[in-house]
T-cell receptor, first 113, second 112 residues
Framework: EAQVTQNPRYLITVTGKKLTVTCSQNMNHEYMSWYRQDPGLGLRQIYYSMNVEVTDKGDVPEGYKVSRKEKRNFPLILESPSPNQTSLYFC????????????FGPGTRLTVL | AQSVTQLGSHVSVSEGALVLLRCNYSSSVPPYLFWYVQYPNQGLQLLLKYTSAATLVKGINGFEAEFKKSETSFHLTKPSAHMSDAAEYFCATRGSARQLTFGSGTQLTVLP
C-alpha cells in the first residue's frame, strides 16, 4: 500500500530533551516536507526537500533540523524542544514538486512540557 | 507572495443542503490552487486542484470548485451535504516549486 508513515504518533516530552520524529514514504517520491498545524493558523511549512541531500527552510524553521540521506526518509529533529513547539506535525511527499498531489502522513501530536 | 484566505473558520449546514466554503487567493501570476480535506485524526488528502486547464474543477466525493479570476476566488461547493462530509477543509496555493501555502482552514459541521 502506498503510504507515508510517521512515528511516533503521540509524544509527550520535557523542555530540552532532544527528539526525532521519523517520516518514511514508499512511493519513490522526490519531494518531502514537514508542516506543523496549530488552531487558527492552518498548516505552516517547516522544512522541505527536493531530493536526497537537498533540503531548505520553509516558513517556520527555527528550532528544527532535518536530513535527507535516503530518498524514502525525512526525519524531523528537535534538538532542544520548547513548549512553543507543542503542535500537530505532518510529513508529506509528492512525486515531483508542489504542482503534484501531496500525500500526507497521519500526523504526530507532540506535547512539550 | 502567493497566499490564500479562507472566509469562515466554522460552517454548519444541514444534511442535504448546499455546501459552500470560501477561498480567495492573492497571486501575481496564474496560480495553482488546491483543496485538501482533513477527517478527524487523519492526515490531509487532496479533494481537487486547479492548474489552469479548466475553470470548473471536479474532485472526489461530489465536490467541485470554480476558479474566478475576476473575483480572485476558488470556492468549494457540493450540492448536497452528507454526514460523512464533516471535516476540516483547507485551501492551498503553490507559492513556488518548493512551497505550498495553506489557508487557516474551515471546519464543516453537517447537522442531521
Amino acid at each position: 500500500e502506498a503510504q507515508v508513515t510517521q512515528n511516533p504518533r503521540y509524544l509527550i516530552t520535557v523542555t530540552g530533551k532532544k527528539l526525532t520524529v521519523t517520516c518514511s514514504q514508499n512511493m519513490n517520491h522526490e519531494y518531502m516536507s514537514w508542516y506543523r498545524q496549530d488552531p487558527g493558523l492552518g498548516l505552516r511549512q517547516i522544512y522541505y526537500s527536493m531530493n536526497v541531500e537537498v533540503t531548505d527552510k520553509g516558513d517556520v524553521p527555527e528550532g528544527y533540523k532535518v536530513s535527507r540521506k535516503e530518498k524514502r526518509n525525512f526525519p524531523l529533529i528537535l534538538e532542544s524542544p520548547s513548549p512553543n513547539q507543542t503542535s500537530l506535525y505532518f510529513c508529506a511527499s509528492s512525486l515531483g514538486d508542489t504542482t503534484d498531489t501531496q500525500y500526507f502522513g497521519p500526523g504526530t501530536r507532540l506535547t512539550v512540557l | 507572495a502567493q497566499s490564500v484566505t479562507q472566509l469562515g473558520s466554522h460552517v454548519s449546514v444541514s444534511e442535504g443542503a448546499l455546501v459552500l466554503l470560501r477561498c480567495n487567493y492573492s497571486s501575481s501570476v496564474p496560480p495553482y490552487l488546491f483543496w485538501y480535506v482533513q477527517y478527524p485524526n487523519q492526515g490531509l488528502q487532496l479533494l481537487l486542484k486547479y492548474t489552469s486547464a479548466a475553470t470548473l474543477v471536479k474532485g472526489i466525493n461530489g465536490f467541485e470548485a470554480e476558479f474566478k479570476k475576476s473575483e480572485t476566488s476558488f470556492h468549494l461547493t457540493k450540492p448536497s451535504a452528507h454526514m460523512s462530509d464533516a471535516a476540516e477543509y483547507f485551501c492551498a496555493t503553490r507559492g513556488s516549486a518548493r512551497q505550498l501555502t495553506f489557508g487557516s482552514g474551515t471546519q464543516l459541521t453537517v447537522l442531521p
